[in-house]
DNA sequence: CGCTCCCGCCAGCCA
DNA sequence: TGGCTGGCGGGAGCG
């Protein structure tokens, strides 16, 4: 870890406690100490990956843009042509004030001109401060003294404007500290300076861990706690960050984030993550649907939506009140609960703002003009850079995902073969034990898709090569050898190092990755039992042999030092349909590859849950003897308890998971 | 005046 | 019981 950071517990609220011992000298965090040349190339910031969308006013007025009618179904988007307009405040007001790097030129005579960010100081007398230690004194003396190179390399880059910008901002700054006491600006303590404050502190791409204590991180930026939360709750969703502990997080800046999309993505177009949850779902008097329902309504749910549907939209442009609308309960439609919602939203956007990854612009509708936000991030992942950037290693994966090449890699292993795959689970053993999730979210196999647009199929077993570890698994299994014309390239992206790890096999037609023909995805806790085909609209599956490789769905139980996952990676062909264009109808589309029953094998009404397994969950049972442990195998993977009730701890688990919908 | 969103109360949860 | 977490909405800033 290079990180000089102790992410220990630390006792005490920032947020409760008095503000003179808040702003006590803070230790420093882990991005202070941090290896020159990881600084360095931290500052130089790498472009973004995939295209670049950002688009001048000329482009903007061509811009399409999904309105809530087009957005209620996401595989019915409609290009509406909006009007975007880009009025002086279609750029939010603290965007990318003081992000230093290459990052997201505006070039447009709109570009904000930088504020100087500040932070909210308590007046001295509702909490008198030992010393006049102002957030923003604090945060340039956290960035000057732990790397001062970064200055020089931010100078270095920057053009004679941008300069000149800088030293005004500084001046400012300086300006308005002499002031003292004066209270920043609303401006000057939004959420989204913050944020930018916040990734300031941090690299992008990160070659080790580094360690967040909130309460640092809060006490650093002189905000209270409650902000960072809601910065890290955003972040969180797009997994660029990890919770640890309370308290406590792992930073993983953008390594991840490409990887993230385009699960988000995949997820969205299988499940139609950007609905929002159903009204049936959240039936009166159930406890399970009463904290699904507090569950969707966090903000790293919401933000996970939110992001959902640009990644849907093919304009990619969503209007503030389709996403208010979508993201809302269908039974919460009041005026109320609406203007809260709307209210997250900006929360939720302030922070993408910051990241980059969205614009604030305006649309003309009938009636005015409406408040819209427009994607700057990936659009298209391939699944290779996908998994290039999944299979990052930790300790060398700098490499941004948008400089990885394009060329598809077949198979790679990732770093976490390496390594017990318990790492999610043995992280949580330093949380707090939650409770398992007991309600039914949206899984791929329980989401009751349009079969007519993804059949259902049938699988077949006849192989008799398969490894053993994949008959002990699998023994219903009828696989067919591998077909020698069957020379079509196998694509596989398996994602471990995501919230949700999944595999994702795309089996290009003619082998374009870009039109994959077929998606064989694999929620990671979806075990054997869950095994979702999609397949395109025309495409006859008769006799269709879907290469498939399969993955462990979910850690041995922590006992199994090395299963060595690689030993699960050979090939296999499912014979797919047979009875029927799409195999036998009727068939369920989640295919069940279950083991055969066993003796008492109860009827799994049980939902597979999609959030990760806690240490709890994950404790072997005696009767898992199999090699593959899937969330049966593992018993019953929602104790009594957790029926009854789901812990706040839970609901971070569920982070990167479908919400039910 | 409406949009934007900061701010902090307070409740759920857990150790 | 205290701390952590975060849902929630009042209401102020701002254009």
């Known amino acids: 870890m290079l990180s000089g950071s102790s992410p220990g517990l630390r006792p005490g609220s920032a947020s409760q406690r008095p503000a003179a011992e808040s702003r006590r000298e803070p230790e420093r965090t882990g991005p202070d100490l941090r290896d020159p040349d990881l600084r360095e190339r931290d500052r130089t910031r790498p472009e973004r990956t995939g295209p670049d969308l950002r688009c001048g006013p000329e482009e903007e007025n061509k811009m399409f843009c999904v309105s809530l009618k087009d957005l209620s179904s996401p595989a019915r988007v409609v290009d509406l042509r909006g009007d975007l307009q880009r009025s002086a405040n279609d750029q939010k007001e603290n965007v990318c004030a003081g992000r230093p790097g290459p990052g997201p030129a505006w070039t447009g005579p709109d570009r904000p001109t930088p504020s100087s960010p500040r932070t909210p100081v308590k007046p001295a007398g509702e909490a008198p401060l030992p010393e006049p230690w102002t957030p923003t004194a604090n945060l340039k003396m956290l960035i000057s003294a732990a790397c001062p190179d970064i200055r020089h390399c931010q100078m270095r880059k920057c053009d004679a404007v941008e300069e000149e910008e800088q030293e005004q901002e500084v001046e400012e700054e300086e300006e308005e500290e002499e002031e003292g006491g004066a209270k920043p600006s609303r401006k000057q303590r939004s959420l989204g300076l913050l944020c930018q404050k916040f990734l300031a502190l941090y690299p992008d791409y990160p070659q080790d861990k580094v360690h967040i204590s909130l309460d640092e991180v809060a006490v650093s930026l002189g905000v209270e706690r409650r902000r960072i939360y809601d910065i890290i709750n955003v972040l969180e969703s797009l997994t660029m960050v990890d919770r640890v502990a309370k308290n406590c997080y792992t930073w993983y800046g953008r390594r991840r984030l490409a990887a993230r999309l385009g699960e988000l993505q995949l997820l969205a177009h299988v499940q139609g993550s950007a609905a929002a949850p159903r009204e049936e779902e959240v039936s009166e008097g159930d406890a399970v649907s009463a904290t699904a329902n507090r569950k969707d309504k966090s903000l790293r749910i919401m933000s996970q939506r939110f992001v959902s549907l640009f990644l849907v939209s093919e304009s990619r442009c969503v209007t503030l009140e389709s996403a208010a609308k979508l993201l809302i309960d269908h039974n919460a439609t009041s005026h109320s609960k609406y203007k809260t919602k709307v209210r997250r939203l900006y929360d939720i956007a302030n922070v993408l703002t910051s990241l980059e990854l969205i614009r604030k612009v305006h649309v003309r509708e009938d009636k005015g003009r409406k408040p819209a936000f427009q994607w700057l991030?990936?659009?298209?992942?391939?699944?290779?850079?996908?998994?290039?950037?999944?299979?990052?290693?930790?300790?060398?994966?700098?490499?941004?995902?948008?400089?990885?090449?394009?060329?598809?890699?077949?198979?790679?292993?990732?770093?976490?073969?390496?390594?017990?795959?318990?790492?999610?689970?043995?992280?949580?053993?330093?949380?707090?034990?939650?409770?398992?999730?007991?309600?039914?979210?949206?899984?791929?196999?329980?989401?009751?898709?349009?079969?007519?647009?993804?059949?259902?199929?049938?699988?077949?077993?006849?192989?008799?090569?398969?490894?053993?570890?994949?008959?002990?698994?699998?023994?219903?299994?009828?696989?067919?050898?591998?077909?020698?014309?069957?020379?079509?390239?196998?694509?596989?992206?398996?994602?471990?190092?995501?919230?949700q790890p999944s595999v994702v096999l795309l089996y290009g037609?003619?082998?374009?990755?870009?039109?994959?023909?077929?998606?064989?995805?694999?929620?990671?806790n979806a075990g054997l039992n869950n095994i979702n085909f999609l397949l395109s609209a025309s495409q006859s599956a008769a006799g269709l042999a879907l290469p498939c490789v399969l993955v462990p769905s979910y850690p041995v139980a922590p006992g199994d030092a090395h299963p060595s996952p690689l030993g699960f990676l050979s090939p296999a062909n499912f014979l797919v349909g047979g009875a029927g264009p799409y195999g036998r109808p009727g068939a369920e589309l989640g295919v069940t590859l279950a083991p055969p029953p066993p003796p008492s094998s109860p009827e799994p009404t049980e939902p597979q849950p999609l959030t990760p397994r806690t240490p709890k969950e994950t404790t072997p049972t005696p009767r898992s003897g199999g090699f593959f442990q899937t969330p049966r195998t593992l018993g019953s993977v929602v104790p009594a308890a957790g029926r009854k009730r789901r812990g706040s701890a839970q609901r971070r688990l569920d982070v990167g998971h479908a919400p039910a919908s």
């Open 377 to 499: 991030g990936p659009v298209r992942f391939s699944p290779a850079s996908v998994a290039m950037a999944a299979v990052a290693p930790p300790g060398g994966g700098s490499q941004p995902i948008a400089a990885q090449s394009g060329r598809e890699a077949k198979m790679t292993r990732h770093a976490s073969f390496n390594a017990p795959p318990i790492r999610s689970a043995a992280r949580r053993l330093v949380s707090s034990a939650p409770c398992s999730p007991t309600s039914r979210p949206a899984a791929v196999s329980q989401q009751p898709l349009d079969c007519s647009r993804h059949p259902p199929l049938n699988l077949s077993h006849t192989k008799e090569g398969v490894s053993t570890t994949l008959q002990a698994a699998a023994p219903s299994f009828q696989l067919h050898p591998h077909s020698e014309e069957d020379s079509a390239p196998q694509r596989l992206a398996y994602l471990p190092s995501l919230s």
């Open 509 to 524: 037609a003619a082998g374009d990755l870009a039109l994959p023909s077929h998606y064989l995805y694999v929620p990671h």
